[in-house]
């Protein structure tokens, strides 16, 4: 009889939580997260970690309310009583299930962050393409590395507001270009303070540091066009204007671009000569001219 119940039960609720996610956007499936699914290999992990953990936190959020809601209504006080209600010292069930249960989740969620995390640092031997990308305050060096030929670089400036208003200026925004359908690694390296390599839309960042090597790998997808990147670490005055682009192209036209970096004489590496210089401060902690 309680089988029958449960089963006669369950089949509304499927059909309700059906019916609930076949009317949700695809933005709202993928909990507001700004990307686009199979953009790379891992966001689509990311996605799925994120929105099956609010989707469990939610499900024991209105559990703990109904459980709430239901003492208060049960347990109230009737018309005509005084006094207190009967006193319970302990309830060893009750108190059991609700340490072992916290426990249990806290496990679950670290075991799948832990999971998903060795996926998305793990190498890529030898990827398709390999990319070093300088953090500088306040802006972005690209070197792009070719099969039997010297590297191409491009060498950004800070991102500028166009005159007497707030707004970009689109023009003077560095863009970093990858292919479609390619294994890619990004070295990432700091000519001066720590910043944070941060493409939005892939869901991930990682730390540049000075004189710590870091390495991005992932996998592009099919999906082509323009996303935005940043730096997620406070790096000085201007790190608000530290913003780059990134242009997920077919690889003919990810090879031209290269063709292109080459034809205009950026071959080898970006002049480190241009960094900004560093204060020097003298033993009285005056600084040096």
Request: proline fraction near 6%.
């Amino acid at each position: 009889m309680r089988n029958r119940r449960t089963r006669w039960l369950a089949v509304p609720a499927a059909a309700l939580t059906a019916a609930v996610l076949a009317g949700c956007t695809q933005e709202q499936l993928q909990g507001w997260l700004p990307s686009t699914p199979g953009l790379t290999n891992h966001v689509d992990r990311i996605v799925g970690l994120w929105t099956t953990s609010w989707i469990v936190l939610l499900a024991i959020g209105i559990l703990v309310w109904g459980l709430m809601l239901w003492a208060s209504v049960a347990y109230r006080r009737r018309k005509g009583q005084t006094g207190l209600p009967a006193q319970l010292r302990y309830n060893m069930p009750i108190e059991i299930f609700f340490t072992t249960v916290p426990i249990l989740l806290v496990m679950t969620f670290f075991a799948f962050t832990a999971r998903d995390q060795a996926a998305i640092e793990a190498e890529i031997e030898d990827p398709d393409v390999s990319i070093t990308a300088y953090g500088k305050r306040w802006a972005w060096d690209f070197v792009y590395d070719r099969e039997n030929k010297d590297p191409v670089y491009f060498e950004g400036i800070q991102a500028l507001n166009e005159p007497g208003t707030m707004h970009i200026d689109e023009d003077t925004i560095p863009t970093l270009y990858m292919p479609s359908n390619s294994s890619v690694e990004i070295v990432l390296e700091s000519r001066d303070v720590a910043h944070s390599f941060w493409i939005v839309e892939m869901l991930y960042k990682k730390d540049m540091l000075p004189g710590v090597t870091n390495h991005m790998y992932f996998e592009t997808g099919d999906v082509e066009g323009t996303f935005t990147g940043k730096c997620a670490e406070l790096c000085g005055e201007y790190h608000s204007m530290m913003l780059f682009n990134v242009e997920i192209v077919s690889p003919d036209e990810y090879q031209a671009y290269l063709d292109e970096l080459e034809a205009e004489g950026n071959v080898g590496h970006p002049d480190e000569s241009l960094n900004p210089l560093q204060p020097t401060w003298d033993n009285e902690g005056e600084e040096e001219e």
